[in-house]
């Protein structure tokens, strides 16, 4: 099994920003693409941004140009910087790991059902 767990999630003004950090453990040689994903209230949970083992990363339209996600090779820990945020942004933000590549991933027609492993979440909240 994978453990993952969330952190840096905080209230902050539109236009600032945040950094959140996934802490991954257990059976990490088993995962291939990580990811972001967020859910507001009962809306649909949305992929945000994901990155395969070769670095490569894709992004959702609503967050490109604005959030960046990261891996740090060594300790396999996930991050994602998010930059000019805006009140959509509000939403709890959910790490996860899939044991196939997130070109895999991004291609199916909802990238949280390609997942396998799941954080409980960090709570982002934008005000205006």
């Known amino acids: 099994q994978v453990h993952l767990v969330e952190s840096g999630g905080n209230s902050v003004q539109a236009g600032g920003s945040l950094r959140l950090s996934c802490a991954p453990s257990g059976r990490t040689d088993s995962t291939y693409c990580m990811g972001w994903f967020r859910q507001d209230g009962g809306k649909e949970r949305e992929g945000v941004a994901v990155?395969?083992?070769?670095?490569?990363?894709t992004y959702a339209d609503s967050v490109k140009g604005r959030f960046t996600i990261s891996k740090d090779g060594a300790k396999n820990t996930l991050y994602l910087q998010m930059n000019n945020l805006e009140p959509e942004d509000t939403a709890m933000y959910y790490c996860?790991?899939?044991?196939?590549?997130?070109?895999?991933?991004?291609?199916?027609?909802?990238?949280?059902?390609?997942?396998?492993?799941w954080g409980k979440g960090t709570l982002v909240t934008i005000s205006s």
């Open positions: 990155v395969d083992s070769d670095g490569a990363t």
């Open positions: 996860a790991a899939a044991a196939i590549s997130c070109s895999t991933v991004v291609a199916g027609r909802r990238w949280d059902y390609g997942m396998d492993y």
